[in-house]
Structure formats: structure tokens, C-alpha cells
Nanobody
């Protein structure tokens, strides 16, 4: 199984970026997908998730600014990020797992053990 993130980079505050995550080795349409981020020295922050039926979940910190979407034909999940802030600077990871994960990872404060497969991450820097 391989997950490869792309689209990271440096952007000014207020700007936008779209991250992509291409997945191979699993039946993409049968798995839930998620985006999370991590700042060096801090824990994993769950940002957004999408189930196989298209249901989406967002953390309060990104709700209204970030949008998760999936393209089952392209085996790709996206994270559209708008109105970026300096505090959004982090390494962003995509992950694949099972439906139902969102409540578990949020209530049990799961880290990388919350999903089955992870990419290596892409760095996003928000600064002027």
C-alpha cells in the first residue's frame, strides 16, 4: 500500500493550497480517508475525514476553511485549504482506514495508530 501526498509549499497568509494524495495497493473506494497534520514537537492533529459514502467530518480548527474530497476514479483524496493562517504551518499527512474512524480518533485522541496506512507527508508553510 502506498500513499503519496503532493501540493505542499509556501503560501502567504490568506492564500490557498490544494493538497493531493494518491493511493495504490488498496481498493480506494472501500476505505475511509483522512487528512491530519503535525507540527514538530507536537501531537497529531486530525483535520478532516471522508467515509466511503461521502460523509465528511472536520475539526473545528479548519471547518469552513478546508474541504476534503475524494475521486474514486482517480484513487485520490484532496484537501482544499483556503484562508490559510501562519498557525496552519505543519507537515500534512493523508491516511486510509475504515469507516467509523472519525469518532474514535477524536474521542480517544488517537495518533498515527488511528488509521491503517499513512503517507510520508508534505510540508505546508504559511508566512509572508
Amino acid at each position: 500500500v502506498q500513499l503519496v501526498e503532493s501540493g505542499g509549499g509556501q503560501v502567504q497568509p490568506g492564500g490557498s493550497l490544494t493538497l493531493s494524495c494518491s493511493i495504490s495497493g488498496i481498493t480506494f473506494g472501500s476505505h475511509a480517508m483522512a487528512w491530519a497534520r503535525q507540527v514538530p514537537g507536537k501531537g497529531l492533529e486530525w483535520l478532516a475525514g471522508t467515509y466511503t459514502d461521502g460523509t465528511r467530518y472536520y475539526s473545528d480548527s479548519v471547518k469552513g476553511r478546508f474541504t476534503i474530497s475524494r475521486d474514486n476514479d482517480r484513487n485520490t483524496v484532496y484537501l482544499q485549504m483556503n484562508r490559510l493562517k501562519p498557525e496552519d504551518t505543519a507537515k500534512y499527512f493523508c491516511a486510509a482506514g475504515s469507516d467509523g474512524f472519525w469518532v474514535i480518533v477524536i474521542t480517544q485522541k488517537k495518533g498515527f495508530d488511528g488509521m491503517d496506512w499513512w503517507g510520508k507527508g508534505t510540508l505546508v508553510t504559511v508566512s509572508s
